[in-house]
């Protein structure tokens, strides 16, 4: 099955203009293909106005959200795959959905000699952990 992450996005989108509050999205700003202003990205991440007095030409579909914003007084063309988004939220009061992190899968690697011997693929070390977020 496809990510039911972006229609949870515009669902939760809709919700929140409907609630006459202002849509945020928390982005993975390091995500391959995410596409911000890099001087606005603290940790790796991006907290992006996404109310429709605040960016122009929205589109919403299963990859990707795009649209135009400005930052700094520059105008800049925003670019976010679906997987990128990590949250969105009310401003006002804090309401929405986190989303579970999904690892990048690598491309895969040039196999040279022609085999595929899963026994030289390094395992995770360590003692797996868990965090509570509240």
Not at 99 to 120: H, Q, W
Request: charged share 25%; glycine share 6%.
């Amino acid at each position: 099955m496809s990510s039911s992450r972006p229609y949870l996005v515009r669902a939760l989108y809709e919700w929140i203009l409907d609630n006459q509050c202002t849509p945020y999205l928390l982005v993975n700003a390091e995500y391959p293909d995410t596409v911000v202003p890099d001087s606005f990205v603290e940790g790796g991440q991006i907290v992006l106005n996404v109310s429709p007095s605040a960016i122009r030409h929205l589109e919403m579909d299963n990859d990707k959200i795009s649209f135009d914003g400005r930052f700094g007084g520059r105008p800049q063309q925003v670019w976010l795959p679906a997987q990128a988004i990590m949250a969105i939220y009310a401003r006002e009061n804090g309401q929405g959905m986190v989303f579970e992190i999904e690892p990048v899968t690598p491309p895969p690697e040039d196999d040279k000699d022609g085999t595929d011997d899963a026994r030289t693929e390094a395992k995770p070390s360590g003692r797996p952990s868990l965090k509570v977020v509240k």
